[in-house]
Structure formats: structure tokens, C-alpha cells
């Protein structure tokens, strides 16, 4: 039987670890969960309930019922809730905000690091998120922190929304990442943070190329 590899990509908002785990994805052909999404799908959720997405009673009362499902079609990770493919609603930048907001409710972790350990138990995988190496997959094989400025975080977020056809300030969304870190690494449950053997891997001055190839000569060795 093929030994399961698993490898966790941490680090904070827009530092390029959802695009390095995608391409790491394609470059071992292993499976890549996108466990933001997951959260954002729960704020999403949280905001068609008229629930704000701090309040931890509120979210209580669907988080453990809620009907959220990770696709994949024509190898692209699809997001379903309540049936419903939401795969573009949950980029969307308010729901972005309150997916930080609601990633700090512990009732909220616990679901969906229970999701993502069961996915991961069975298939070799990429995770990126916040907390995976530290406590989602403490046993991953490999762990890597990415990370890069907030200003350069924020032109990358900008650039995206543009051409995506959104009508957003830089600065504000560079105060919206500030508040994001903050957020992060402040919850009481699981904050973000470095695992004791993770690698550090400043994204700020390197391509997605230079990147994924740093990675993989890790993995390689």
C-alpha cells in the first residue's frame, strides 16, 4: 500500500499558500483541500442566516448541522453549501472578513478541523490554512510557514479583486489584512501560528515559480 503523504502550508492572509499548495498539488498529484473555503462557506452561511459571525451562540445553532461539501470537478475544488455550488459568493470581500471573524469560535474550529482530519485520514493531500501543522495535522510530514509584508500581501489581494471586476481601496484592504492578522493570531482557540519544526518561507521578494520550487526541494530531499 502507497505511503500517505501529507503537507501542511500555514501561514497568514495573501501570503501565497493557497496558490503554492495548488501547484504542489499538481506536481505530486496529491489531493489539495482548500480549508479556508470551508470557513468562508460557514460565514456565508452565518450571513444568509442574518447571524452575526461573532456570535458564538448564534453560529451554535447550525454549525454542527451544516450542510457544507467539498467537490471536486474536472480537478478543481468546488464548495457546496445548502446544495449550492458557492464557490465564487465566498470570495467575495465581505464574506472574506467575516470568515475571519467566524474562524475564531471554537465550536466552528472543531467541525471543521473534524471535516478535514477525516479527509485527510484517507487520501495523500496539501492543507493550507492558519493552524494546520500546529493542530490540525501535527503529524504532517512536511510543514512549511508562508508567509511575505502586509503591504505586499495587500497589492496581491488588490491586484486579485481587480481583475476579478471589484471596486476596492488599497489601504483599505491593507488595514483589512492588519485586522485579519490580528484576529488570527489572537483567538483564543488554535491561532495562527508557526509550528516548533515548520519551515519559514518568505514569499515578499520571490515568484510563485521560485516558491513552489523552494518547497519542493524539501520535499524532494
Excluded at 124 to 129: E, K, N, R
Aim: glycine share 6%; aromatic share 6%.
Amino acid at each position: 500500500m502507497e505511503k500517505l503523504i501529507r503537507i501542511a502550508l500555514d501561514g497568514p492572509s495573501g501570503s501565497g499558500k493557497s496558490t503554492i499548495a495548488k501547484r504542489l498539488s499538481n506536481e505530486l498529484n496529491i489531493l489539495y483541500l482548500d480549508t479556508g473555503a470551508m470557513y468562508r462557506a460557514t460565514a456565508l452561511k452565518a450571513i444568509k442566516m442574518g447571524v452575526d459571525s461573532f456570535d458564538a451562540v448564534g453560529v451554535g445553532r447550525f454549525i454542527d448541522e451544516i450542510d457544507l461539501e467539498i467537490k471536486y470537478i474536472d480537478g478543481t475544488q468546488h464548495t457546496f453549501l445548502d446544495g449550492e455550488d458557492v464557490s465564487l459568493k465566498i470570495r467575495e470581500p465581505h464574506v472574506s472578513m467575516a470568515a475571519s471573524n467566524i474562524s475564531s469560535l471554537k465550536s466552528v474550529r472543531l467541525k471543521m478541523v473534524e471535516m478535514q482530519r477525516k479527509i485527510a485520514g484517507n487520501l495523500s493531500c496539501v492543507l493550507d490554512g492558519r493552524d494546520i501543522g500546529s493542530y490540525v495535522l501535527p503529524n504532517a510530514d512536511f510543514k512549511f510557514y508562508i508567509t511575505a509584508s502586509v503591504e505586499e500581501r495587500a497589492n496581491r489581494r488588490y491586484k486579485e479583486l481587480i481583475e476579478r471586476g471589484h471596486n476596492v481601496d488599497y489601504n483599505d484592504l491593507k488595514m483589512e489584512i492588519e485586522q485579519r492578522d490580528y484576529n488570527d493570531k489572537n483567538r483564543d482557540f488554535s491561532p495562527l501560528k508557526m509550528a516548533d519544526d515548520a519551515i519559514l518561507i518568505d514569499t515578499s521578494d520571490m515568484s510563485i515559480e521560485e516558491v513552489c520550487n523552494t518547497v519542493l526541494s524539501y520535499i524532494n530531499k
